[in-house]
């Protein structure tokens, strides 16, 4: 069976803003899958998101789409191997022109930020201890002499 590819498809008002952006926090472009309506963005191997104008994802769905700057309709987790990648991915971001909607969320197991792009599309780029990964956050916070935080 070949390797499942992931494409995220999400609504944009100005594809070339859109692309600087995802370009910007060092993801490319294929050009192959790109034109006026839709950017084909590369985070690697089989990930994908695909910005599409609000009116041609609209072609793909019944469904009203909606405004991102006020509704939340998901919001897409991609890690980064610390802390210190993490605050470097918001920095990128936020001068690319996008929001940092709340705080920093640290859970000492975990620290996230989140990343709204110029549309209000949610990013959250986050650093998971290895260890607490492999022995799931209670365990490992209590191995830390700490109750781990409620997780949603």
Known sequence: M???????????????????????????????FTDDNAACVVLEDNIYFMVLTKEYLGTFTDKQIIDPKTQAQMSIALSRDSRDEVDAALERGLAAGGSEPREAQDYGFMYSRDLDDPDGNNLSFLYMDPKAAEQGPEAYMAGQGADAPATA
């Open 2 to 32: 070949a390797a499942t590819s992931i494409f995220v498809n999400f609504p944009t008002t100005d594809l070339e803003r859109s692309k600087a952006f995802y370009t910007a926090l060092g993801f490319t472009i294929n050009p192959l």
